[in-house]
């Protein structure tokens, strides 16, 4: 894995498919290291073929994301709790 990455904010149109509303300005949880932080400051690797969006504090995975023939893929295990905003 090379350093070079991208910020959460990328996420927003990937994601837009599962949620409906902005998940980059969502509050995540990280459950290895507990950094409380915008989804949007995760640094985020891999595209065009999918997302790994990494917690800038301890490098665990937050969230994996692909698009496969049979639909979206998301594996969010990596967030403890992911909190968004009302309204």
Do not use: K, W
């Not at 837009?16 to 509303?21: I, L, N």
């Not at 917690?55 to 594996?75: F, I, K």
């Amino acid at each position: 894995m090379t350093d070079a990455h991208i910020d959460g904010n990328v996420l927003a149109g990937p994601l837009s498919s599962v949620f409906t509303a902005d998940v980059t300005s969502a509050t995540a949880v990280c459950a290895g290291c507990g950094r409380t932080d915008r989804l949007a400051t995760a640094a985020v690797y891999g595209a065009p073929m999918g997302y790994i969006a990494r917690c800038p504090g301890c490098d665990q995975v937050l969230l994996r994301y692909a698009e496969v023939p049979a639909g979206a893929t998301l594996d969010m295990r990596g967030i403890a709790i992911l909190r968004m905003s009302a309204g």
